[in-house]
């Protein structure tokens, strides 16, 4: 609880910066303005020493005074000014609520501070690029889908418990997740599973015991809530990240959304970005390798297209083992789902393929 | 444990049956046959009585030398025979794997036992309809996607977990619950909640401690495994449930489905159906009552066409309060989401608005 406290101290220090700095230039007779980094393609390169994505150093500038800007000026402020409460009074939100507890009409006028949750978000975006804080920092919670599995002990609100006495269940991974603090663990890595079934496969095979493992899924791509809660866990318990998805183009993109950052959130892939993961399946050398030929699927059209635009990602295009498991999609023309691997058996998952992968380094990196 | 295996045996015992007539029918020189209800919309009705959809009595016969029928037929016993093994290994699948781990192309032919998953799924259905077993029973598990919260011990294999002591999580609700235990319990009702981030705000507000209930979340759609999970503790623990989701045709929906069934599973309404269901909100009236004139959303076409179909539905065509709301919703042209209540305040949902209408009783039924 002392964590959070500090957390909160911090981002409060920040907002209260802010608001005075605009305080006094009001009072001083200016047009109040503040600097955003630009959050545009222009800006956004390939760090090749932390590798992740990340912004330059251009920034744009609102400036109240400014017909163009007045409108979104305000709106950063109400949304500093509510987050402010949000922190001080213990409550976190979700992105839609931040939206509905702002929306209102402006005295004197039919103008409504919001029209729809996407200006919300886009003004909230800014002002954590332009305040250098998370936006769960902000007490606005990330997107909750997922859950956590294994030998960990977490505290979270006051409650301690065991993720590895939840039955056939896990714990559901909240929007909020700054405040989780590790009692203790047993674990070597994390293995990030992109399907659920996949997930309580590899619970009922007890494999979080055989390879030393916390198991994490995100049900499909790892919404934001889910890459944090990743990322904190592995720089706490200093862990590497092992992802298995399904072979195929969004397998790929699920991968390196969770290592590099996306274009996005390129401003906060230093706290979303894990480049400690490695991939451990599923490739298309498993196909010959398994004896899975008869339990591919066919490319889709959309895939194919997606596989010419990841030959382009900077973390790929100079990488001669990716670009080979791309060129040998494109020529093979299938996809691999994980769950193929119950071609051979319920079992050959947790008894064979990850063992065989995990323990004999296998990866793609 | 012991309650585990009551409910294994059951299932051995209808496919061993299932089995064993089939044996005979080809020793004596039959084609062998099994019959299936019919699962068309010409044999499902609204029983007034139990207030479920049903099917009729028409069956439908599958028979191995009827050349139409012959894929079918065996992909029946390959299921089946699959579905005794998970049930003998005390494994559970998932529908997908279930598919991939039966797939396999025939001795001397080209032919493959399944094509997709819709083909191993249909047969699925049927053989579920035939023994009448359902699908998790069978060891195939549902869509796992959701959580519980609140004042409850569960226990599932061998693990005991209280569902107040997680954090800001909760539970997350596996793909197979048919062994959940209730430990014990402090609730007078469940709510069941549409949105995941309603879901975070009423964790946050400690409602469960103030109007002593369960807090479940589908994240939008109750899935199929989340539907049973609610149907097993209010059956368990005769508890009613109270549906809040979104002022919208979608919304309301959600709550036919949870309280009626479904078409696709009207075979499986006895077990699914929830007829114990009531819906508190959000509806028309709340617009007007709570001043929520601001923070409600144009319909869009395919609104306007689902409030159409849903006037139909069998328990709202003749269902004076719901034919009300639907009329209001197509005049006023607007749907309303829960979470448009955090106009009025962050804490308003959990400080007036629900326990009004709750203790107030103001539901739809």
């Given at each position: ?9 911090e981002?409060l ?7 005075k ?5 009001i ?18 390169t ?33 949304v ?60 606005v ?14 505290s ?79 720089e ?9 998805v ?9 991968y390196?959304?969770?290592?590099y ?7 906060l892939s230093e706290?979303?970005?894990v ?57 093979k ?33």
């Amino acid at each position: 609880m002392e964590h959070q406290k500090e957390i909160d101290q911090e981002s409060l220090k920040k907002i209260n910066e802010f608001g005075k700095r605009i305080l006094e230039e009001i009072k001083s007779g200016k047009s109040p303005t503040f600097n955003l980094p630009l959050r545009a393609k222009s800006n956004i390169t390939f760090n090749e020493a932390t590798k992740t994505l990340e912004l330059g150093d251009k920034y744009s500038t609102r400036s109240f005074l400014n017909i163009a800007h007045t409108r979104k000026f305000m709106q950063s402020l109400l949304v500093a000014a509510a987050c402010k409460e949000y922190i001080s009074e213990g409550k976190t939100v979700g992105k839609r609520e931040l939206y509905y507890n702002l929306k209102h009409s402006l005295p004197n006028s039919k103008e409504n501070t919001f029209e729809d949750d996407i200006e919300s978000g886009s003004v909230l975006n800014d002002l954590e690029a332009s305040l250098n804080i998370l936006r769960e920092r902000l007490h606005v919670e990330a997107k909750a889908r997922g859950s956590i599995y294994g030998d960990i002990v977490l505290s979270q609100a006051g409650d301690t418990f065991d993720c590895s006495k939840l039955g056939r269940g896990g714990w559901a991974i909240p929007g909020y997740v700054e405040d989780v603090d590790v009692v203790n663990h047993k674990a070597d890595f994390i293995l990030a599973i992109e399907n659920d079934a996949m997930m309580s496969r590899l619970i009922q095979e007890k494999i979080y015991k055989k390879l030393n493992c916390l198991l994490v899924t995100g049900e499909g791509m790892f919404p934001r809530g889910v890459r944090r809660f990743i990322k904190i866990l592995s720089e706490k318990l200093k862990l590497p990240v092992i992802t298995f998805v399904d072979g195929d183009p969004y397998g790929f993109y699920i991968y390196s959304v969770l290592k590099y950052g996306s274009i996005e959130l390129a401003h906060l892939s230093e706290r979303y970005a894990v480049p400690n993961s490695k991939y451990v399946g599923m490739t298309m050398d498993d196909i010959d390798e398994y004896g899975l030929q008869n339990v591919t699927e066919k490319l889709k059209d959309v895939d194919k297209k997606r596989i010419r635009e990841e030959m382009q990602y900077p973390w790929f295009k100079d990488n001669p083992a990716w670009l080979r498991q791309l060129k040998l999609m494109e020529q093979k023309g299938v996809r691999i789902e994980q769950q193929a691997l119950a071609n051979k058996s319920l079992d050959f998952v947790a008894k064979k393929y990850l063992p065989e992968k995990i323990e004999g380094q296998k990866f793609l990196d």
